[in-house]
């Protein structure tokens, strides 16, 4: 079933949509009013409707409820002017499937309607599935990118043996996540999970606190302490932010990886010690390992499983499933009921680029559903969000003024531009074609410059 009935009083509009419609191979019908809407409907139930919210004598909104009361699982999709926003706001509440705001991008209109039909046939996003399913995941890993199917196979893999597993990636791609679930589905995983970060720790202090110290050990070492890898025993021990291991430090981790040996502070005789090792870094370790800042024993010695997690927006196919997933925990976390993004909103968030990886999108996830007041995240509350961050880090334009030692003028164009095409975009939630409008350019040229600063992905 793969009909779709288009209403609309503006004859210039019903006839693009048409066309657009039927060359994408959808049986097209178009009605010019609510009521010749209903007449066909009545006849015909189309599983999916596109209407127009300002209308007379029945507008968009009215037409929904009497198409939702005819009947239920047909989708609406709701198109608004700029100024209806309200109207659309309520029109979701009402059960509209999704709004689109007018001038519209017809690429997004038709990946809109696309998923509109998905839903009605009763597909809707298939909940995660897993190759083979990990057996214990108190936090789920969401993804179904080629290359999140692969990290669950390595941790699938990497939990069946006791080798060191090194897991790289930007900050914010799910590395102490993966590090979680390594030690959730092995063995080891009733005994205990023990994470040391070696990042802003003293030297000294990563040292005590990893191996212990004995009585008498330095000044204030009034006791026996014992050290994290012996509260490992048995377990696992997270060595986090490894690429900020001082030259010394990195010697005596050596010790501990090659022979399961270390000696507290103080202490005269060496310890043995069962500790399965699992590191992490957001640092290219081959290339501290060539600026010689990194041991290359050491470095061979944890690259024995190596988990790379690539950043997200070279995965953008799942920020929808991680965006869902964030939402739905939210909800539930902060007592809201809100159920949907808008899909025009997943728009948005696809086209990011997200510096800090799944983090960022938690946090941008998190957010929109405290500010939201409506049943659906909607581009308003997370558009904001999410060009926030990119707004912060552009340097305000610089004056015009030229300065008395002269100034690149090609770079501070570029600077100029790259703040306008931000400014726009924000202006216009992220609408590309209203961005464009906005700075009275093409798509094309929009888009070509959005690539030059790194605003797009290719
Ligand atoms: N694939 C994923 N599925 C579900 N949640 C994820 C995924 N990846 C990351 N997260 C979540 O994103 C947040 C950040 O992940 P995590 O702390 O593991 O990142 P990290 O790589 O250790 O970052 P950093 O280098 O900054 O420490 C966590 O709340 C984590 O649960
Ligand atoms: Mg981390």
Redesign the pocket.
């Known amino acids: 079933m793969n009909s779709i009935l288009v209403v609309d009083d503006e004859a210039s509009i019903r006839e693009m949509l048409e066309i657009m419609l039927a060359k994408e191979g959808y049986q097209v019908a178009t009605a010019p009013s609510g009521p010749d809407a209903l007449q066909l409907f009545r006849k015909h139930p189309y599983a999916v409707v596109l209407t127009d919210i300002r209308m007379r004598p029945m507008d968009g909104l009215a037409l929904l409820k009497e198409i939702k009361n005819l009947q239920p699982q047909t989708e609406v999709i709701m198109i608004s002017a700029f100024a209806d926003t309200e109207t659309a706001v309520e029109a979701m509440n009402a059960g509209a499937y999704d709004y689109f705001p007018k001038p519209f991008d017809l690429a997004e209109l038709k990946s809109v309607i696309q998923s509109a039909f998905s839903k009605y046939q009763g597909q809707p996003l298939q909940p995660v599935e897993l190759a083979t399913p990990l057996a214990f995941q108190t936090?789920?890993?969401?993804?179904l990118s080629p290359h999140?199917k692969r990290v669950y196979e390595l941790v699938q893999r990497a939990s069946q043996v006791v080798s060191n597993v090194l897991i790289t990636?930007e900050?914010?791609?799910?590395?102490?996540?993966v590090a979680h679930l390594i030690h959730e589905n092995s063995p080891r995983r009733e005994q205990p999970f023990i994470t040391v970060s070696c990042a802003g720790i003293p030297e000294t202090l990563i040292e005590s606190e990893l191996f212990g110290y004995r009585k008498g050990a330095f000044t204030g070492a009034l006791t026996h302490k014992s050290g994290l890898v012996e509260t490992a025993h048995r377990g696992t021990l997270f060595l986090?932010e490894i690429g900020e291991l001082s030259p010394t430090m990195q010697v005596k981790l050596l010790r501990l990886l090659q022979e399961k040996r270390f000696t507290p502070l103080g202490a005269t005789e060496e310890q043995g010690v069962d500790v399965r090792f699992v590191l992490?870094t957001?640092k290219n370790l081959e290339k501290e390992v060539m600026d010689g800042r990194f041991r290359e024993d050491l470095f061979y010695r944890i690259n024995v499983i190596s988990i790379h997690?690539s950043p997200l927006r070279e995965r953008p196919e799942d920020i929808p499933l991680?965006a869902n997933?964030f939402l739905e925990n939210y909800s539930r976390v902060l007592g809201k009921k809100i159920n949907k993004i808008s899909s025009y909103a997943l728009r948005i968030l696809s086209q990011y680029s997200f510096p800090g990886n799944?983090?960022e999108l938690?946090n941008i996830i998190e957010r929109s559903v405290a500010m939201e007041r409506s049943t659906i995240v909607l581009p308003e509350s997370l558009a904001l969000a999410a060009y926030k961050g990119v707004l912060a880090s552009t340097k305000e334009p610089p004056q015009i003024t030229l300065p008395a030692e002269g100034l690149d003028l090609d770079q501070t164009l570029d600077q100029i531009e790259k703040n306008l095409v931000l400014q726009a975009l924000k202006k216009s939630l992220g609408n590309k074609q209203r961005t464009a409008n906005l700075l009275k350019i093409n798509l094309r040229s929009l888009r070509y410059r959005m690539l030059k600063h790194g605003l797009e992905q290719e």
């Open positions: 936090k789920p890993l969401i993804g999140m990636g900050s914010g791609t799910g590395k102490e996540l986090d992490a957001n997690l991680l997933h799944v983090r938690e």
